[in-house]
C-alpha cells in the first residue's frame, strides 16, 4: 500500500525534476576547476564530480592521488584547516557567546546568567554531536575549491547531528541576500537504509523487492532530496514552518506516488554552506583556486628533478654491439667486439643536474602554496594568542595591519554562510527540545545577537577595540604627569566593560554596576564610620594615643582599631 499524501505528488515530481535540472545546470560550468583542484590538493575529496563516481562505497575505495609527488600543497590545505579549526571553531575554547544589543540590559544579573546558561547549553550539545567534525572537513572543503556544505539535522540522542557532503553530491541556490536556501542532494543508500529512515509502508516497489528473502538488502539505490522555502506548494506541511524537504526516488511509476519517499518541513534553515568568496553567481573560489598554477608547476618540477637524478643513478649507456651489460652489484659484463672504442662501456652522455638549484626551486613553490593557504598568517595569530604576556603596541600595529586585512574577510564571510546558521539551528533545535532555562522578564520580546569570541575573532577584535583603549591608557600615562587631573576623563570602569566584552571574558568574572555601586558605597559608609570614630576619641583626653595606639595594633586581617569601628558600626545597625 503505497503512502499517500495531501499533496499532488505527480504535479511536485514533474516540478522537482525540473528544478534539480536548473539547480545542476547552474553548477556544471565550476566541475572542471572542480575536478583539476581535487587532484592538486585533495583527491579523496569530490570523487563524484561530474558523475565519475556515483556509488558511495566506490568513491570511497577509488584512488586518485598517483598524480600527486609532492604533498606540499595537500599539507598547505590541512594547515589552513587545522588552523581555522583551532582559531574559530575549537572544541577546548569558547567560540561563540550570546548577547543583547543593550549595553544597560546586559549588565542586569539576571539577562547575563540567563545568557551564560544558554551559551553553555549550546556549548554542551555541540560538543555531544559530531559538529567539530564536521567544521574540519568544511573548512578542508572550501580550503581547495571554496564551497562546503553541510545539513543541521535534528537528533532525538543528541538534539543536533550535521551531515558533510562532498563535491558532486549536492547543487545549491541562494537568496537576494546571497543566503543559501535551496539545497539539492544525491545520495546513494541500501533498501535496508531505506527501509528504515522511510519506513516499509509505502516504498517503491523496487525497493521493497529487495527487503524480501532474496537476500538483496545491500542492494543501493540513489535518493534525491531537495530543501527550499516552504511556497505552499506542499499541503502536509504547515505554512508556520519555513522550509520544505522532499525525499524521492526517480522511476517510479504513479503508484508509487511518483516515488515521493516522504514530505518533511523545517523550523529553521538546516542548510549550512559556507564559501571562502564569492565574485560573482552561488559558488564561491578558495585559496586552491590561486594555489592551482603552483599546485601543477610543484609537481611537474618535482617530477623533472626526479628525471634528472634518475640520468645520475640510472643513466642511459653505450657499448658495442653484442654487448652484454650486468647493471646489478657484483655483474659481470661481457662485451662483444673488441675492435670498437677498445670495447668500453660507457654512459650515452654526461649529466650533471643542478640537484641545490632545483631543491631550492622546488621550496619556493613549495612556500608560494603555503602563502596562498594563509599558513603562516594563522601559525602567527595562533602563537600571538598564547603568548602569556600583554600586546605590546607593536604587535597591535602589526595585527591591524596587511596580516588582518586579509584575514578579516575570510571571518565575516565564515560568521554569515557557517557560524550564523549553526547557531541558529543549534538555538531552534534546543528549544524545540525543551532545554532552554526559562526567559526573565527582562527578556521577553527582546533579540538576541551573537558575539564571536575565538581566538582569531578576539585578535581580530583586539586590533580595534582593545587595541584603541591600550594606545589611549599609554598615552594618559605620558600626560597625566604633566596634567594629573586629566586622568579624570577616562571612564575607567567603561572600559573594564569593553575589554572584558573584546577579550570574551565569562559574565560572572565583571560585576555589574549595580553591584559595584553597593560595594563603593559599603566601603565609604566604613571610612565615614572610622572618620567619625577618630574624631570622637580625639576629644577625649589620652585618646588621640590610644587611637594611634590601636592603628598599630595588628588584628587578624588588619589593626585593632578597624575591629573597634567595626564592632561600633554594626552595633549601631
Known sequence: MPK???????????????????????????????????IAFEPDFGRSVGGLVTDAEQAAARRDDKRMLNNSPRLALHKLAAGMQSGITSKARQWFRLAVESPALAERAAVRLWLDAVTAGLASMFSKSNLYTTTHLLYLHIGYCGNGCALALPDAENVMHTALLDEGTYWFAADKRDRVVTLLRKYSATADQIREEFGEEGLPGKVSACLGDGGRNETRFE????????????GDIDRKRPFASVYWMEGCGEEDDAGVLDIRSFGYNPIIAPRWN?????????????????AKELQKLE?????????????????????????YPGGVTYTGDQGRDDGRIGTLFDVRPDVKA??????????????????????????????????????????????????????????SDMLDPIIDAGFYLLAEAGRLPPVPDELKGVELKVDYVSVLHVEQQATSRLGSMIKLADFVGIVAPMNPECVDKIDADQALDEAGSAL?????????????????????????R????????????????AVKDLSQTPMGGGSALDAAVAAAGGGGQ
Open 223 to 234: 535518493v534525491r532530496h531537495l530543501i527550499f522555502p516552504n511556497d505552499g506548494r506542499c
Open 530 to 545: 572610622a572618620r567619625q570614630a577618630e574624631l570622637q576619641m580625639r576629644g577625649v583626653p589620652g585618646a588621640a594615643r
Open 358 to 415: 632545483a631543491e631550492f626551486k622546488i621550496d619556493q613553490v613549495s612556500q608560494r602554496i603555503g602563502r596562498a593557504f594563509y599558513n603562516d598568517l594563522i601559525a602567527m595569530m595562533l602563537n600571538m594568542s598564547m603568548r602569556p604576556k600583554q600586546m605590546t603596541a607593536r604587535e597591535v600595529n602589526e595585527l591591524s595591519g596587511e596580516k588582518m586585512s586579509l584575514l578579516g574577510p575570510v571571518l565575516t564571510r565564515m560568521d
Open 278 to 294: 564569492v565574485t560573482a553567481g552561488v559558488y564561491g573560489t578558495g585559496p586552491g583556486h590561486m594555489a592551482l598554477g603552483d
Open 303 to 327: 617530477e623533472d628533478s626526479l628525471k634528472a637524478l634518475s640520468q645520475v643513478t640510472d643513466p642511459p649507456m653505450r657499448a658495442p654491439a653484442g654487448t652484454r651489460v650486468a647493471t
Open 4 to 38: 499517500r499524501f495531501k499533496t499532488d505528488c505527480a504535479d511536485l515530481t514533474g516540478w522537482l525534476a525540473k528544478r534539480a535540472s536548473s539547480l545542476e545546470g547552474a553548477r556544471q560550468p565550476h566541475e572542471p576547476v572542480w575536478s583539476e583542484l581535487r
Open 504 to 528: 570574551a571574558v565569562p559574565a560572572g568574572v565583571l560585576r555589574d554596576d549595580k553591584a559595584v555601586a553597593v560595594i563603593r558605597q559599603t566601603r565609604a559608609d566604613q571610612a565615614e
